[in-house]
């Protein structure tokens, strides 16, 4: 075989295995989003509707985090809307993002049911029907064998750049991130923001 026929085939090699990686990244951070069952919707139903979420402790910005392993599992995202659960992991790095959902870490987030936890995750896997998702929709989070419950209060669309989404909040929040538009090819550079305010912790 000539050198010219080899350096063809090599090409074509190294071009089919990149394609074959990016494929399982994709598929990897798209199938951590699996349908909810009726048995686990009604678990959740069930357990819900039980205890009013407690006060915003005075000294939320001060909490520490949880000891968590970057890329740990942590927790469990439902969004009955969509009939959708998702696995969240620690941290929002992008090797974190390609498992899943990711929860921001940082001084202006904590975890569940203290103040303003964030959720980040790609357009094209596994938040890609976040834009179905209305005023009044629920958003429930299992975390550390409990469960609490959001309303969508408020849904928009801000630049790449806007730093007043992750910020201190002085009642339980829970913040939605992706890219938009979700269609788009490339790198967006605008954001699909989902907020809800806490309604139940059980």
Known sequence: MSVKKWLGFLLILTGTIIIVYQYLEWNTGRTSAEKVSQEEMEKYEARKKTVDPPPIPEN????????????????????????????????????VLKQGVGMFISKSTTVPGIAHTVLSGHRDTVFVRLGELEDGDELII?????????????????????????????????????????????NATERYIVQGMLKSVN
């Open 60 to 95: 939320a910005e001060t909490i520490s985090l949880p000891d968590h392993e970057l890329g740990e599992k942590v927790a469990t995202l439902v969004i009955p809307r969509i009939e959708q659960k998702y696995s969240v992991y620690w941290g929002t790095n992008e090797e």
């Open 142 to 186: 299992e975390y550390d064998s409990k469960i609490y419950t959001y309303t969508i209060r408020k849904i928009w669309i801000t630049d790449e750049n806007d730093r007043t989404v992750i910020v201190p909040k002085d009642q339980p929040t829970l913040t939605l991130t992706t890219c938009y538009p979700f269609t788009y090819f490339g």
